[in-house]
């Protein structure tokens, strides 16, 4: 099969792709990743749960869904203080990406305002801001927009087909509507999904021509793994293969070429082999830091030493 060179990608030529010898699709990957971006340089960034627990959604994989007896303590949205002493020091351990992440269906204004002061804050500190707050209005966007925030992160999460599976309480639909208000604000669009939510091949083709089809594709694709979390509607799905991970990696990097590939959840139970392959196969960030948003992150020594074991640097 002939792939497409052009923005606009098929469930069955992205099918195609996973289907290619690994040599093959690597080499594809790698080649496309070497036009847009320093192959050796990852960007390093930081996750920090702003606000924790209590949400009133329930998405299958979430920690955080009130729907879900995990045991996490509900907690109310972090003083501006302490959110810019946690960007200081995660500027300190070499991030040049803070992102915020709330567990919202969908913030109220008196939110906005308050995370309008952060996102002013962690830039003033000289990094790049991502918040993810939920469902968005359009003008909640604007109102970002104009606090200086450089990206918004909303996941399509998983296939049209798969979603009803996992998530009931807002629509597929839903999250297009917000994507779109955050496109028209101006703000870039980090937008990706999770695997190993018991989804099928078809269902992560689906997902990956879904993001390259949007009527842009997303600045940033975060490819999660999921963490299985105690508790939570998916947490005895079967893991990914980690060759297969890799796949969905050099999917997201082929027909995605200038968006950063965000190698975020999931590091923590990955050998440094698969990782490796990862940044072999377009990833070009990481969550570094010692939790994600409520779940222990890879260890941030294991991180630096790998990094220097495949001699990559830090991107700014
Ligand atoms: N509440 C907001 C929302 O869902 O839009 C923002 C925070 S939410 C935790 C951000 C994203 O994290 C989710 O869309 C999902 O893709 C990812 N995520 C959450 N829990 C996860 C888990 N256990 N494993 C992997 N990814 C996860
Ligand atoms: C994204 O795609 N992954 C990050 C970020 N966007 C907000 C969140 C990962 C959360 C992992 C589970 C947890 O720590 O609760
Ligand atoms: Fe709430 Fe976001 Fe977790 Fe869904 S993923 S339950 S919206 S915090």
């Not at 496309?32 to 960034?45: G, L, S």
């Not at 501006?80 to 351990?93: F, G, H, P, R, T």
């Not at 629509?171 to 703000?187: E, F």
């Amino acid at each position: 099969m002939d792939f497409p060179t052009h923005q606009s990608w098929t469930q069955a030529e992205v099918e195609a792709l996973f289907a290619l010898p690994f040599p093959d699709l690597m080499f594809r990957a790698q080649t496309v990743h070497r036009e847009h971006f320093d192959p050796n340089a990852v960007q390093i960034a930081t996750l920090l749960s702003i606000k924790t627990g209590g949400c009133p959604e329930d998405c299958g994989y979430c920690s955080q869904s009130a729907h879900h007896p995990t045991g996490l303590a509900a907690s109310k949205l972090m003083p501006l203080d302490a959110v810019l002493a946690q960007a200081q020091a995660a500027k300190q351990a070499g991030a040049s990406r803070f992102c915020m992440g709330a567990a919202w269906r969908s913030p109220k204004d008196r939110d906005i305002d308050a995370v309008c002061a952060m996102v002013e804050g962690v830039r003033a500190l000289g990094l790049e801001t991502c918040v993810t707050l939920g469902m968005l209005e359009a003008e909640q966007a604007r109102r970002l927009k104009a606090a200086g925030l450089d990206y918004y992160n909303h996941n399509l999460d998983t296939s049209p087909e798969y979603y009803g599976s996992v998530i009931t309480t807002r629509t597929y639909q839903d999250r297009l509507d917000t994507l779109a208000h955050v496109r028209d604000a101006g703000i870039h669009v980090c937008c990706g999904g999770i695997v190993g939510l018991g989804e099928t091949v078809a269902d992560r083709a689906s997902l990956i021509a879904t993001l390259a089809s949007l009527p842009r594709p997303p600045e940033s694709v975060p490819i999660n793994a999921l963490v299985r979390v105690e508790g939570t509607r998916l947490a005895r799905s079967e893991p990914i293969d980690a060759l297969d991970f890799v796949r969905v990696v050099a999917a997201a990097r082929i027909t995605m070429p200038q968006s950063f590939v965000r190698l975020s959840a999931g590091r923590e139970s990955m050998t440094d082999e698969a990782q490796a392959l990862c940044f072999l196969a377009g990833a070009n960030s990481i969550f570094h830091g010692a939790k994600l948003l409520t779940t222990p992150n890879a260890d941030q020594g294991k991180d630096r030493a790998l990094l220097d074991r495949l001699g990559m640097a830090a991107w700014s």
